[in-house]
């Protein structure tokens, strides 16, 4: 299919040509580019997984806390 594509192209000059040229490294760099967000995109999630963890942790230190200022107010 490519090689049609490709002949079919060349058979229509250099126009065609810088064509098609444009249209595979346009191609290849959006390749790399979506690879680089996608491992962007994974890092963030465990970055947002720490979090989670770290405010589950505060939110229960908070109740003790308050707990603990409650009997003082007592």
């Not at 002949?7 to 810088?18: A, E, K, P």
């Not at 999630?45 to 505060?58: D, T």
């Amino acid at each position: 299919m490519e090689e049609q594509f490709f002949d079919t192209v060349l058979n229509t000059g250099i126009f065609g040509s810088l064509f098609i040229w444009l249209l595979f490294t346009t191609r290849k760099k959006n390749e790399l580019r979506e690879k680089e967000y996608q491992k962007t995109i994974s890092e963030n999630q465990e970055v947002i997984k720490e979090q989670a963890k770290s405010f589950r942790l505060l939110s229960s230190d908070i109740a003790e806390i308050k707990q603990i200022v409650k009997k003082g107010r007592e």
